[in-house]
């Protein structure tokens, strides 16, 4: 099998969770932008109706809504992520040096990557606009994630 160095790994696995977010962040934009068009307008949209008389209009709403979802993914990335990409970082940082590619994540993080993938799927069945804003969230919070596995990729490129 391929052996790469720490920081090798430690930045592809990053480069996962930024291709993986710049999916889903436009996935999610377009998904509240459908929501929107005058073909869709018969659909149910239970967010942006509910924000609507409140914002000045369902185009005002789907602006705070995408506002929202991307604080929230904000949040996410930087302080529940962070504890995993942390955890992860470690884990690599403890394997010997170079470290065979096979070993960039625990079998515990592949189950959970994919209970993530089936929750995706289920998600398909809710209205656009909360899709969207799922989207737009898991996606900004994923590459606020892949921003702090690139910034101990750099230190460990670093100290090495």
């Given at each position: 099998?391929?052996?790469?160095?720490?920081?090798?790994?430690?930045?592809?696995?990053?480069?996962?969770?930024?291709?993986?977010?710049?999916?889903l962040?436009?996935?999610?934009?377009?998904?509240?932008?459908?929501a929107?068009?005058?073909?869709?307008?018969?659909?149910?949209?239970p967010?942006?109706?509910?924000?609507?008389?409140?914002?000045?209009?369902?185009d005002?709403?789907?602006?705070?809504w995408?506002?929202?979802?991307?604080?929230?993914?904000?949040?996410?990335?930087?302080?529940?992520?962070?504890?995993?990409v942390?955890?992860?970082?470690?884990?690599?940082?403890?394997?010997?040096?170079?470290?065979?590619?096979?070993?960039?994540?625990?079998p515990?993080?592949y189950?959970?990557?994919?209970?993530?993938?089936?929750?995706?799927?289920?998600?398909?069945?809710?209205?656009?606009d909360?899709?969207?804003?799922i989207?737009?969230?898991?996606?900004?919070?994923?590459?606020?994630?892949?921003?702090?596995?690139?910034r101990?990729a750099?230190?460990?490129?670093?100290?090495?």
């Amino acid at each position: 099998m391929f052996k790469v160095s720490h920081s090798a790994l430690i930045f592809l696995s990053g480069f996962v969770w930024l291709a993986v977010g710049c999916f889903l962040l436009p996935l999610g934009l377009n998904f509240v932008a459908e929501a929107l068009l005058k073909e869709n307008a018969n659909l149910s949209h239970p967010v942006l109706n509910f924000l609507a008389p409140y914002v000045g209009g369902i185009d005002s709403a789907a602006i705070v809504w995408i506002t929202f979802a991307l604080f929230v993914g904000f949040l996410k990335g930087r302080k529940v992520f962070a504890k995993s990409v942390n955890r992860s970082v470690n884990r690599i940082v403890s394997l010997p040096n170079p470290a065979n590619l096979s070993k960039i994540y625990t079998p515990s993080y592949y189950l959970l990557l994919g209970s993530m993938v089936l929750l995706g799927v289920l998600v398909r069945y809710t209205t656009q606009d909360i899709r969207g804003g799922i989207d737009i969230a898991i996606g900004s919070a994923l590459i606020n994630g892949a921003v702090l596995y690139f910034r101990q990729a750099w230190l460990a490129r670093r100290t090495a």
